[in-house]
């Protein structure tokens, strides 16, 4: 088994950078040549916001929108958790942490602190009981991929997507910077093979997602009083769409 793990973990002799995790706070991994993580390339998805070079204020943090201050975990702490693979393997029992600023799923073999090279043959990871698929998304008209969680189950799935952001902050009183990541969460459907797509918080962007059977939802959105405006509303009305299947 040691050996498969090996094969879709990343690994030194593959040329991919390994992790050695000196402390549980973001700022102290050290990647292959030697620098701190969050001074590498910024993945693209997250260079809209991207200020390695320079400061920001508090102010253009609010209007930007960037959501909460936190790391760069979607939990700090490890987890034991199991990977299913599409060809039925399960390894359960393993240490997993979800490392959202680098898109990693990440896990502790002999010491070392290692992450999937082809999330591609994952089928689902269950961690701390929520589960995790990787798979394409529609961003601005080109295909992605990267992990979401499954909110909702059925043939068509209610994901969200973490999203963390790096950044410089200024603080106040004080003649100097801070590093700062910024976590927030963008809510989408998946039906069938296609691509996840975004979905936000509102009536016409649910109607408009589920149009097939808009009149349904509809009468059933009106008979329940929902407004959908948060993500639990809309959880509740993808679940009866399902029904309708």
């Known amino acids: 088994m040691?050996?498969?793990?090996?094969?879709?973990f990343l690994i030194f002799s593959l040329g991919f950078?390994?992790?050695?995790?000196?402390?549980?706070?973001?700022?102290?991994?050290?990647?292959?040549s030697g620098q701190p993580m969050h001074t590498r390339t910024i993945p693209p998805q997250h260079q809209d916001y991207a200020t390695d070079n320079a400061s920001v204020n508090s102010k253009s943090y609010e209007n930007r929108n960037l959501g909460s201050e936190g790391s760069m975990y979607l939990m700090d702490d490890w987890c034991t958790g199991t990977v299913?693979?599409?060809?039925?393997?399960?390894f359960s029992g393993i240490k997993l942490r979800y490392n959202v600023y680098f898109q990693q799923m990440q896990f502790i073999e002999d010491g070392d602190t290692l992450a999937f090279s082809n999330p591609d043959e994952i089928k689902s990871i269950i961690m701390d009981g929520r589960e995790f698929i990787h798979c394409e998304y529609l961003d601005e008209g080109t295909i992605q991929k990267c992990y979401f969680e499954i909110i909702v189950e059925g043939d068509c799935r209610l994901l969200s997507r973490n999203v963390v952001s790096y950044h410089k902050k200024d603080v106040a009183g004080i003649d100097c910077t801070k590093d700062v990541f910024y976590k927030s969460c963008n809510f989408y459907i998946k039906k069938d093979d296609g691509p996840a797509t975004e979905i936000s918080c509102k009536r016409r962007a649910v109607y408009r997602a589920l149009s097939d059977k808009e009149e349904q939802v509809?009468?059933?959105?009106k008979e329940n009083k929902l407004?959908?405006?948060?993500?639990?509303?809309?959880?509740?009305?993808?679940?009866?769409y399902n029904t309708l299947l």
């Open 2 to 8: 040691k050996s498969y793990l090996m094969r879709i």
């Open 17 to 32: 950078a390994l992790f050695q995790v000196k402390g549980q706070g973001q700022g102290v991994e050290i990647d292959k």
């Open 84 to 90: 299913v693979l599409y060809d039925n393997t399960v």
């Open 218 to 221: 509809k009468a059933y959105v």
């Open 227 to 240: 407004k959908l405006k948060t993500p639990e509303e809309m959880a509740r009305v993808i679940r009866y």
